[in-house]
């Protein structure tokens, strides 16, 4: 028979078991409640809530095919940060581009947009697929490739009637967004990033050399120069019904749109020269410069950099300059060979955007990809200030093909 110290020890044995089993019940439960709390900083890292296909698609994106802008090779800049990076998500959307193709209705989509722009009847065949009109006075020429649906108006400024008239024009150059994207509508081009696309305008002055200059203000100008930028989704969260169960007071992340680059920074996918109030479609678009690509919204879901992780490969040489321009320069002017003495980066106006080829074919330009677009000021050697725009690949792992 147990002695009663025997039995006392293993009572107290026994509730010191009790005891810490309880403590870490508790414990445990209220690790569990606390990492499904808003109040965990780790819950539910971002990139959970988008969508994505567990393994990612093992898909060679080629690495950008555009080329650095050089400055002066003296030039040893450093790189500085100013402000912090806007939230961008882990995942992006890349889209395939479809390979041009003939449709029964080619010509005849191309005669109506010729005809919104005021081309109506014939036109030249000057190769194939390739089409041309004039205007009767012959100082407008619109060009078509109708398969890879390309499209290039110009006018001769100084010759053509139309344009020989005084021109009054709208009192703000952003009053002429609204009206580029009902002159889209009204040629066909409605879809596929457009309608929902970012456009910019701003005010031209033409010269005697018939290049164009940025005035002052609406009174000092000719024209007005606008820039549609496509909008494709970026990333999108999954659907409710795939979501993990939430906190009530959880804040889902955002979900992301990418304005579309071209390789010039300052030019959307569509760029439109309008003049007076841009309400005739016929006779106010002197210039237009358009491939209507098609996209395959079967998009790939890929793994991308962080801004920080892409502006640390722009810093050891992997992106792209694609703008840099003293400020005191003209905003139509090429940007020139500088002497670079530091890149200071606006981290509050990075963007995470597409690029897009300006044509399709086989081998790199077939794909519309995630990039960042880095923005800020560099400090020049005589003391002078430039504005500079990087591109940058967000997508890692990327493979050459």
Known sequence: MASLYQT?????????????????????????????????????????????????????????PLSSIA????????????????????????????????????????????????????????????????????????????ESQSWELR?????????????????????YESKAKRILASAGFTDQGLQNGIVTAIYAKL??????????NQNNA?????????????????PNNQMPALPDDYQLPPEFDG?????????????????????NSTTDVYEMDFTNLTYNYNALIREIYSPEEAWTEVRSGEGKLRLIKPQTADYFADSSVLKVEEFSLDAAATELGYFE?????????????????FRGTAELENGLVADFVFYMEAVKEQSLV
Not at 118 to 144: A, C, D
Not at 358 to 371: A, D, H, K, L, Q
């Open 259 to 279: 304005k579309i680059f071209s390789a010039d920074p300052r030019y959307g996918s569509v760029t439109m020269v309008l003049g007076d109030g841009a309400s």
């Open 207 to 216: 010269g005697n050399d018939a290049l164009f200059t940025n005035p002052i």
């Open 71 to 146: 400055i002066d090779s003296q030039s040893n800049p450093l790189f500085t940060t100013n402000g912090n990076f806007p939230s961008h998500p882990d995942i992006a959307f890349v889209y395939t581009l479809q390979s041009p193709s003939l449709k029964l209705d080619s010509e005849e989509n191309a005669l109506r947009t010729a005809s919104t722009l005021g081309f109506p009847g014939s036109y030249t065949n000057f190769g194939s697929n390739n089409y041309m009109w004039e205007n009767p006075s012959k100082t407008r020429t619109l060009r078509s490739n109708i």
């Open 8 to 64: 006392t020890k293993n009572a107290r044995r026994f509730i010191i078991y009790a005891l810490v089993a309880a403590v870490a019940i508790v414990a445990v439960d209220s690790g569990l409640k606390f990492l499904n709390s808003s109040f965990n900083p780790v819950f539910y890292p971002d990139v959970s809530l988008y969508q994505q296909r567990g393994e990612f698609d093992d898909v060679e994106v080629p690495a950008l």
């Open 155 to 175: 006018t001769q400024y100084f010759l053509d009637p139309q344009a020989l008239l005084p021109k009054t024009l709208l009192p703000n150059a952003g009053d």
């Open 222 to 238: 000719d024209y007005a120069f606008v820039s549609v930028f496509r909008s494709l989704p970026l990333a999108r969260l999954k």
């Open 357 to 373: 080829p300006s044509e399709w074919n086989s081998n790199s330009n077939r794909f519309v990809y995630p990039i960042y677009i």
